[in-house]
T-cell receptor, first 117, second 110 residues
Framework: GAVVSQHPSWVICKSGTSVKIECRSLDFQATTMFWYRQFPKQSLMLMATSNEGSKATYEQGVEKDKFLINHASLTLSTLTVTSAHPEDSSFYIC?????????????FGSGTRLTVV | DAKTTQPNSMESNEEEPVHLPCNHSTISGTDYIHWYRQLPSQGPEYVIHGLTSNVNNRMASLAIAEDRKSSTLILHRATLRDAAVYYCILRDVSFNKFYFGSGTKLNVKP
């Protein structure tokens, strides 16, 4: 089945630095990928839609200058958390759908645990 | 985005069937009903989805009410590995986005 890989699975960074998270579709092409974040004991919150070859669209309340998204190829989207602060510590998850099928199941990555100290 | 309502938690005994309900009274005619589950510190896993008719797959069954305002995920024989948070999600066919609700935390007792 379709596999989405996220890297790294966890990262610790210092306050004020930037962190890049990668999301790759391993065996399919994805023109659209989605980024979520999840705080402890809460549900997933959609942050943005990543579109291959064009600008990402952000959900209301999500700072696009803080969470930079790049979708340069059909198999890779990256999320960069710029000038990270402790309140950005969260579980970040991406998802994608195989553009080449009519199966509307979305595949999620295993997530990236970001801790800002 | 259409909203879903699920019980916060449910409990089941191992080897018994589990019926997880979901209300989506504001569903539109083109919204698909998706179910995903999430284990701790993992990404959500696809379980099943449907539009109008009941659906079966190797993991579960999905029963959709005739008016589509509610649905039920059925796990036929719960195992300890089925303990997870189950999310019922409506997918807007126009935007293809998933907005997660609060989900149901399923606890399976041995």
């Amino acid at each position: 089945g379709a596999v989405v890989s996220q890297h790294p699975s966890w990262v610790i960074c210092k306050s004020g630095t930037s962190v890049k998270i990668e999301c790759r579709s391993l065996d399919f092409q994805a023109t659209t990928m989605f980024w979520y974040r999840q705080f402890p004991k809460q549900s997933l919150m959609l942050m943005a839609t990543s579109n291959e070859g064009s600008k990402a669209t952000y959900e209301q309340g999500v700072e696009k200058d803080k969470f930079l998204i790049n979708h340069a190829s059909l198999t890779l989207s990256t999320l960069t958390v710029t000038s990270a602060h402790p309140e950005d510590s969260s579980f970040y998850i991406c998802s994608a759908r195989d553009s080449g099928t009519t199966n509307y199941g979305y595949t999620f990555g295993s997530g990236t645990r970001l801790t800002v100290v | 985005d259409a909203k879903t309502t699920q019980p916060n938690s449910m409990e089941s005994n191992e080897e018994e069937p589990v019926h997880l309900p979901c209300n989506h009274s504001t569903i539109s005619g083109t919204d698909y009903i998706h179910w995903y589950r999430q284990l701790p510190s993992q990404g959500p896993e696809y379980v099943i989805h449907g539009l109008t008719s009941n659906v079966n797959n190797r993991m579960a069954s999905l029963a959709i009410a005739e008016d589509r305002k509610s649905s039920t995920l059925i796990l036929h024989r719960a195992t300890l590995r089925d303990a997870a948070v189950y999310y019922c999600i409506l997918r807007d066919v126009s935007f293809n986005k998933f907005y997660f609700g609060s989900g149901t935390k399923l606890n399976v007792k041995p």
